[in-house]
């Protein structure tokens, strides 16, 4: 019965932090220099916001990943497909570490 609950709701949250990623990584990617509040104290280019909010959304990925791996597919299933969860993780860790040696070279 309780697997019954943690399953979907563990698919949710994977699929929300996939959305996430997609959402973040796009401005990251295509370098957006739009400022959204140019008269903000501290005003961020979308491409710089973007990848402080993938930096700090990944250890919460990382958990949500790891989850799914241990709770959503059974233990029968191939370990090969069971490490496809880490991919979101292993894509958004590349992209943080691209976004901090990009942001300490400027």
Known sequence: MRHKI???LLILLNTIGLICLIYFSIPYCTHDTYVANPDAM??????DG???VLTIGLLPMI???TSGFLFILKKE????LRLLFFIPSIVEMILVAHYWNISLLL
Do not use: D, K, Q, V
């Open 42 to 47: 501290l005003p961020i280019e979308a491409w």
């Open 77 to 80: 299933t191939p370990i090969i």
């Open 63 to 65: 958990i949500a990943n």
């Open 50 to 52: 973007s990848g402080m």
């Open 6 to 8: 943690i399953s979907p």
